[in-house]
């Protein structure tokens, strides 16, 4: 019996120390989400903190290579090179 009485007081202890940890850790939960649930929108925290946002694409690269985004000078295609006189 003695060895009996020392199972279930090692179990309690047991016992004690995880719901000391889950505790612990459930206070840990609620604070990464309330961390998580804020963004510039509804606290005082700047834009450059909301970090990226998953439903956006990064912008696609324009067509033309290299030069892409660089306008081209002169007259535009298509057209006559008639100037008023």
Known sequence: M??????????RATVTEQARQIAELTATVA???RKAS???RNSSLSPS???VIPARKPPEPLAGGSGAGKKKHGKQTGV???TLT
């Open 2 to 11: 003695p060895a009996q009485a020392e199972l279930i007081a090692e179990l």
């Open 80 to 82: 006559d090179g008639v």
């Open 31 to 33: 604070d990464l989400e």
């Open 38 to 40: 804020r963004n510039s």
């Open 49 to 51: 903190s909301d970090g």
